[in-house]
Nanobody, 120 residues
Framework: QVQLVESGGGLVQAGGSLRLSCAATGRTVMGWFRQAPGKEREFVAAISRSGGGTYIASSVKGRFTISRDNAKNTVYLQMNSLKPEDTAVYYC?????????????????WGQGTQVTVSS
């Protein structure tokens, strides 16, 4: 079983930056998703076990970056040029199979989520 703990959320003004962290108890494919009130959970980014492969959603490409430090078993989501529409609860997720996927159904374990609020 993989346990995930997110941190780093908060309130930031539009144009600002935040870095989310996800500490994991295993080395797996990792993804970040977000869910705004009244909306479905949305894929944001994913990274391979080694960190050599990443996949970023088009809605955040060029602004968000995913990375990992396997020595610390931690995955990061660097969010720059934040917009009010980025406001959501952000979740990290772990996938036991080796391929990067963007569907939430492909992930086996989830963190508790961290709130990101971007003010205009």
């Amino acid at each position: 079983q993989v346990q995930l703990v997110e941190s780093g959320g908060g309130l930031v003004q539009a144009g600002g930056s935040l870095r989310l962290s996800c500490a994991a108890t295993g080395r797996t494919v990792m993804g970040w998703f977000r869910q705004a009130p009244g909306k479905e959970r949305e894929f944001v980014a994913a990274i391979s076990r080694s960190g050599g492969g990443t996949y970023i959603a088009s809605s955040v490409k060029g602004r968000f970056t995913i990375s990992r430090d396997n020595a610390k078993n931690t995955v990061y989501l660097q969010m720059n040029s934040l917009k009010p529409e980025d406001t959501a609860v952000y979740y990290c997720a772990a996938r036991l199979l080796s391929a990067i996927e963007s569907s939430a159904y492909e992930y086996d374990y989830w963190g508790q989520g961290t709130q990101v609020t971007v003010s205009s």
